[in-house]
């Protein structure tokens, strides 16, 4: 089983800049991609970004330039460098792991942005 736990969610400004944290635990050695989702009230949970074993990174086109994702798959920590934020990215974040047999998210972190 793995454990993922998300932090550094919080509350900002239009443009400003959080870095949220993802930490995994448990037996995390099989997880082959980890990534970053988000879900709005009333909106389906969506991809920010996401980060393969051998590095290779994806963006939804909605973060296209703002957003990076760091880190190591199967490491601690993994991290969503979210600069320039706007209103709509206000939503709760999950950080994702993905295994050959599992599944496995975190319980969020919320991310509010005021204008």
């Known amino acids: 089983q793995v454990r993922l736990v998300e932090s550094g969610g919080g509350l900002v400004q239009a443009g400003g800049s959080l870095r949220l944290s993802c930490a995994a635990s448990?037996?995390?050695?099989?997880?082959?991609?980890m990534g970053w989702y988000r879900q709005a009230p009333g909106k389906q949970r969506e991809l920010v970004a996401s980060?393969?074993?051998?590095?290779?990174?994806n963006y939804a086109a909605f973060v296209q330039g703002r957003f990076t994702i760091s880190g190591e798959v199967a490491k601690n920590p993994m991290y969503l460098q979210m600069n320039s934020l706007k209103p709509e990215d206000t939503a709760v974040y999950y950080c994702?792991?993905?295994?050959?047999?599992?599944?496995?998210w975190g319980q969020g972190t919320q991310v509010t942005v005021s204008s």
């Open positions: 980060i393969t074993s051998g590095g290779n990174t």
């Open positions: 448990g037996s995390i050695f099989r997880i082959n991609v």
């Open positions: 994702n792991a993905d295994s050959r047999f599992m599944t496995y």
